[in-house]
């Protein structure tokens, strides 16, 4: 499985984007998946994560409420909808997968990567 992420770009506080994480083989409904980011200079961290079916989500404590994380497996993608967005959002994300649900919220678990879409966030 390979995992393609789009949707970045440049957007004033308070808008919105909806990022997406593609991913080239059926068999992505066996992984759950995630979304990360990392601003300069800064550690990759955890920004949300979804179960195999959808059904359990997780989010950091400063996207809860303006983040939503969904997927849809009958198109092998996972999404990231961002709303009400901060400059100290603005970052480099990446969407990451791994077959066990509990490993995704740390970066240095997971083998299963994205390329990056940058985000970046206007004051």
């Known amino acids: 499985v390979q995992l393609q992420a789009s949707g970045g770009g440049l957007v004033q506080a308070g808008g919105s984007l909806r990022l997406s994480c593609a991913a080239s083989d059926r068999a992505f409904s066996d992984y759950a998946a995630g979304w990360f980011r990392q601003a300069p200079g800064k550690e990759r961290d955890f920004v949300a994560r979804?179960?195999?079916?959808?059904?359990?989500?997780y989010y950091r404590d400063s996207v809860k409420g303006r983040f939503t994380i969904s997927r849809d497996n009958a198109k092998n993608t996972v999404y990231l909808q961002m709303n009400n967005l901060k400059p100290e959002d603005t970052a480099v994300y990446y969407c990451a997968a791994d077959f066990d649900y509990n490993r995704v919220i740390l970066a240095s678990n997971l083998g299963l990567w994205g390329q990056g879409t940058l985000v970046t966030v206007s004051s």
């Open positions: 979804i179960s195999q079916r959808g059904g359990l989500t």
